[in-house]
């Protein structure tokens, strides 16, 4: 596989996120109903996070394992240091700039936390692209390709979890679903061009942890927004449906070799 079909591949790897955003235009949606489809969005976010920490906590047990204390340490910074900016700079961000501006008791605007999703989720995306692009560029070229089907089926997931929190509020504009599935979805893209010619453990720990870090953030706002007691017993339901389905996919995804 050369470089530029590994390249286009990723592309549509990252691209098939949009499948999942044009639910986004549902409307005339009750409050719980809305709970309920923005908590499934939740639990597929919660397996996401724990896909990733999962993900960058086996090159730093590797690591330790064979008793390469010093590429362990690097590794575990790496790592704390992207949990630490991914979640705080987002708390940082929302104080400064977005409560500033819609005040401090007030939540999150639904399309601000949207957008925030499809960064945490973008960032993982980075790494997936990472991965692709290393495993083609080492010549594993059916390892590659497995992880692209894989991957793209698993990107077609995320559109709902990044759209979950405007059901209900009014429709998501093409412009605004355009832009959330560049910005979930595009760097699966990026990473995939930089990782053909970039292998590296330490900068997949890095971004791993920051999309660790960024889904705290936003499975937070997601609990606040939702779970109340009004919506509690629907918002239970769906984080619980929302659970099994991300599991459920990861299972079609060991299945299948990836």
């Known amino acids: 596989m050369n470089f530029a079909q590994t390249v286009l591949l990723g592309a549509i790897a990252g691209l098939t996120i949009y499948l999942g955003l ?18 499934i969005s939740t639990g597929i976010l919660i ?32 790592g704390g240091l992207g949990l630490m900016v991914g979640l705080l700079g987002l708390v940082t961000f929302e104080r400064r700039f977005i409560r500033a501006r819609f005040g401090a008791q007030q939540a999150l605007p639904p399309a601000q936390l949207g957008l925030m999703i499809a960064t945490g989720i973008g960032m993982h995306n980075f790494s997936e692209g990472l991965a692709i692009g290393q495993s083609a560029g080492r010549g594993e ?40 599935g560049l910005i979930g979805g595009g760097p699966t893209f990026l990473g995939t061009l930089l990782g053909y010619y970039l292998v590296s453990t330490t900068l997949s720990v890095l971004f791993l942890s920051l ?19 009004a919506t509690k017993v629907p918002a239970a339901w769906g984080l619980l449906l929302g659970l099994l389905f991300a599991f459920l996919t990861d299972l079609v995804l060991v299945m299948a070799g990836v």
């Open 211 to 229: 999309a660790a870090g960024a889904l705290l953030y936003i499975i937070g706002e997601m609990f606040h927004l939702n779970w109340r007691q």
């Open 141 to 180: 070229i059916a390892f590659a390709t497995m992880l692209i089907v894989g991957f793209g089926l698993h990107n077609a997931t995320e559109g709902f979890g990044i759209v979950g929190p405007l059901l209900g509020d009014k429709p998501s504009s093409w412009g605004f679903i355009g832009l959330a």
């Open 22 to 39: 044009p639910i986004g235009r549902l409307k005339n949606l009750s409050e719980k109903t809305r709970s309920f489809l923005a908590m």
């Open 47 to 78: 397996f996401l996070f724990y896909d990733i920490f999962s993900q960058m906590s086996h090159p730093i047990e590797d690591a330790l394992t064979h008793k390469n204390l010093a590429q362990g340490v690097l590794l575990l910074l790496m």
